[in-house]
């Protein structure tokens, strides 16, 4: 059994730039010898990503947009990947978002918009989007999305985001359920904090990724590559029995009190 992605194919969904968690999967399977399919939001990043995916010189890749709070656009894109691909092997789902007002004090004062926000598209796109996947993925595969150890814990700031990822853990284990009939396994990454776009702005981002350099007992804050590797692993067959999981790629740093 090998770790080679010749002749699958998958859909990544969530670059931004290279920094981008999303774009550190996609290289280790491109590595691996995958085709590969991407999706953006909005207009804001298409250049980018295209100008990103240029570099992988792979005349096979697509591009297609993907605003998973469009159920539209989600249908439309897996139409298009039908009609171009055919058959799917996977999907990498690295999509989150809330309000940045929503992001620091305390978790109370979140609205019900900005609840429902924050579970629309870090929570409820990852259901969406299996159920349009599973009708391509049909010599069976596997679907990774991404989470952090916040939804497990109370972690400062984190707060609505916290809520929705554990809906989405949760989502994981009942999808498992739903898609292992149909070959189709699904999981989750949970990742140390990363520096990328969506951690911008985060007033202590340094000194979260201090402590970790010396509490976690890895002594070493997580790459893009570490995430990537773990995620090459759940698209292979080397994880055909492994499903409905939450795979921390964080140094350790969970099991410390
Ligand atoms: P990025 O900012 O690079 O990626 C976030 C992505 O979410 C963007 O590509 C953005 O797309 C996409 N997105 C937001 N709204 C929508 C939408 N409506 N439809 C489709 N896509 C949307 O950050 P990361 O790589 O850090 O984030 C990827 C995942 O990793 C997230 O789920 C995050 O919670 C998780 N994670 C991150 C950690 C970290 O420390 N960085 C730690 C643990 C988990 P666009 O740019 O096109 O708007
Ligand atoms: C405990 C922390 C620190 C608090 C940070 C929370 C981060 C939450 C993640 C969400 C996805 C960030 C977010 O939605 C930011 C947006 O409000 C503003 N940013 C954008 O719109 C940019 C341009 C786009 C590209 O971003 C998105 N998401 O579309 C957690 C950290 C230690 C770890 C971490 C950063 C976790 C995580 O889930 O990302």
Excluded at 139 to 163: F, K
Aim: hydrophobic content about 45%; some cysteine.
């Amino acid at each position: 059994m090998q770790l080679s992605l010749q002749g699958k194919t998958y859909v990544i969904m969530g670059v931004a730039n290279k920094r981008s968690i999303a774009w550190g999967i996609a290289r280790a399977l491109h590595a691996a010898g995958a085709r590969l399919i991407f999706t953006y939001a909005g207009e804001r990043f298409e250049n980018e990503v295209k100008k990103l995916v240029a570099t992988l010189e792979d005349e096979t890749a697509l591009v297609l947009p993907c605003d998973v709070t469009k159920d539209e656009e989600i249908a439309s894109c897996f139409a298009q990947i039908k009609e171009q691909v055919g058959v799917i092997h996977g999907v990498a789902h690295c999509i989150a978002f809330a309000n940045k007002e929503h992001l620091e004090g305390e978790y109370m004062n979140v609205d019900r918009e900005g609840f429902l926000l924050a579970h629309n598209i870090s929570a409820y796109s990852l259901t969406a989007v299996a159920k349009a996947a599973k009708e391509l993925m049909t010599e069976g595969g596997s679907i990774v999305t991404l989470t952090y150890l916040g939804g497990e814990r109370v972690v400062q700031n984190y707060n609505v985001m916290g809520v929705a990822k554990a809906s989405l853990e949760a989502s994981v284990k009942y999808l498992a359920n739903d898609l292992g009939k149909y070959g189709i396994r699904v999981n989750a990454i949970s990742a140390g904090p990363i520096r990328t776009l969506s951690a911008k702005g985060v007033g202590d981002f340094n000194s979260i990724l201090k402590e970790i350099e010396e509490r976690a007992p890895l002594r070493r804050t997580t790459t893009q590559e570490e995430v990537g590797d773990t995620a090459l692993f759940l698209f292979s067959d080397l994880s055909r029995g492994v499903t409905g999981e939450i795979i921390h790629v964080d140094s350790g740093y969970h099991i410390l009190a």
